[in-house]
């Protein structure tokens, strides 16, 4: 079984427009999977089907065998999403009530929350800013917030719609190098962009949407060929028959 089941599923909205269209995937356990596609093809769509923030018009949504429109609150402790505005996921005056307003509502003991808060912020490297406003970080801190936000909680699956929106060269090498560490730390990871260049480096498998529907699946060397048949940019190296270097080298 794999840790992610997709069976058919289709979502129209209210207005009638038609977002995802039969999309069928499997996702195994640990693999750094990144899904791209122009603006409207159905990507951050798809992902909030993961955790119960959108429901199917039709077709299965399963995380670890569990349904999601059946329990999503079951769901929501295998996936946690990391939104692309940071700001919207700030709940706390300061960092370190941030983190805990999860664990909080778990009825865990205090001692037990300070000690997964600390964990968490330490895997971000914010334990410094662990008394400061959230609202006075920088964009690229406050990504690694919401990180924290959802890495307190220990799913198995960490969503990324967009991560690397709005940020400078040095945010973004933060942001992606705690998805890095996730990655190696065990945890699935799905990285939705439309900007292949700053992650395709890490990632196993390439997922290409455009029209509601999945038009290529594979290893990215292998698929990235067709991106701009579905107006996507090919990163520069492979424009140029180099091999695609991280940029945290």
């Not at 089907?49 to 065998?65: I, K, M, T, Y």
């Not at 996936?79 to 505005?85: A, D, E, L």
């Not at 480096?201 to 698929?223: F, K, T, Y």
Request: some cysteine.
């Amino acid at each position: 079984m794999s840790l992610i089941e997709i069976d058919h599923l289709s979502h129209r909205f209210a207005n009638g427009h038609l977002a995802l269209d039969r999309v069928t995937l499997r996702v195994e356990e640990g693999c750094f999977a990144v899904i791209v596609g122009p603006n409207g093809s159905g990507k951050t769509t798809l992902l909030r089907h993961l955790n119960g923030l959108l429901f199917p018009s039709s077709g299965e949504v399963r995380v670890a065998g569990i349904s999601v429109p059946d329990n999503p609150d079951q769901a929501r402790q295998v996936v946690g999403m990391v939104f692309q505005n940071a700001d919207g996921q700030i709940v706390g005056e300061t960092v370190i009530d941030d983190v805990a307003f999860g664990p909080e509502n778990l009825g865990l003991s205090r001692m037990e929350i300070n000690r997964m808060v600390r964990q968490a912020l330490e895997e971000v490297d914010l334990v410094e800013l662990a008394d400061q406003s959230p609202y006075a970080l920088s964009g690229g801190e406050k990504r690694r917030l919401a990180i924290a936000g959802v890495m307190v909680m220990k799913p198995r699956v960490v969503v990324f719609d967009e991560p690397f929106s709005n940020l400078d060269y040095p945010g973004i090498r933060q942001v992606l190098a705690q998805i890095v560490r996730l990655h190696r730390n065990g945890h699935t990871i799905l990285v939705t962009t439309h900007d292949l260049e700053k992650v395709i480096a890490h990632a196993d498998r390439l997922i290409m949407m455009a029209g509601g529907q999945v038009v290529r699946d594979g290893v990215p060397h292998e698929v990235v060929g067709d991106s701009e048949l579905f107006g996507i940019r090919k990163p520069c190296a492979f424009r140029m028959g180099l091999e695609v270097e991280s940029w945290l080298t």
